[in-house]
């Protein structure tokens, strides 16, 4: 997107992935944030509302209640008529990670309740993981 010329605000709570995000991506039209869901307190502290919020392979390490609060969190985030993003991993865990079975129809239904129309729903298989893993990928218009 910073390519593309657009300004980006990228979240990433892991610290040893946020130093090579940066080192990769110097781009000045990012500002790279040590956040986390489900609070996102740092971005909020911006004050910022923004054109699309893209929530790329995060949504099912959250559980239920994680999922609530980050939705009730990430949809004000969202400027009126703005997009966001999400996918949802599906399949075994791998070892040593923290995933949740979420589905589309749970997610569809947050979103609406927090003021998200689904405009965009997928699923596909996945380019890593082998052939039992799959991916919904849904997108949501803000209708405050």
């Known amino acids: 997107f910073a390519e593309l010329g657009h300004t980006v605000t990228a979240v990433e709570p892991t610290p040893e992935l946020l130093a090579e995000a940066r080192r990769l991506h110097q781009q000045p039209a990012i500002t790279w944030i040590d956040d986390s869901l489900p609070d996102l307190d740092h971005v909020h502290a911006l004050g910022e509302c923004y054109d699309v919020v893209m929530l790329t392979a995060v949504w ?3 559980d239920q209640a994680q999922r ?3 939705m009730a969190r990430v949809a004000p985030l969202v400027r009126p008529g703005g997009l966001m993003a ?9 070892a040593g990670r923290r995933m949740f079975d979420v589905t589309a129809v749970e997610t569809r ?5 927090h003021g998200l129309e689904t405009i965009f729903e997928s699923q596909g298989a996945s380019l ?3 052939p039992a893993v799959w991916w919904d990928r849904l997108a949501f218009k803000a209708q405050r």
């Open 86 to 94: 999400l996918s949802l991993r599906h399949g075994p865990v791998p």
């Open 109 to 113: 239904a947050l979103a609406q309740r």
């Open 60 to 62: 099912m390490h959250l």
């Open 128 to 130: 890593l993981g082998g």
């Open 68 to 70: 609530e609060r980050a």
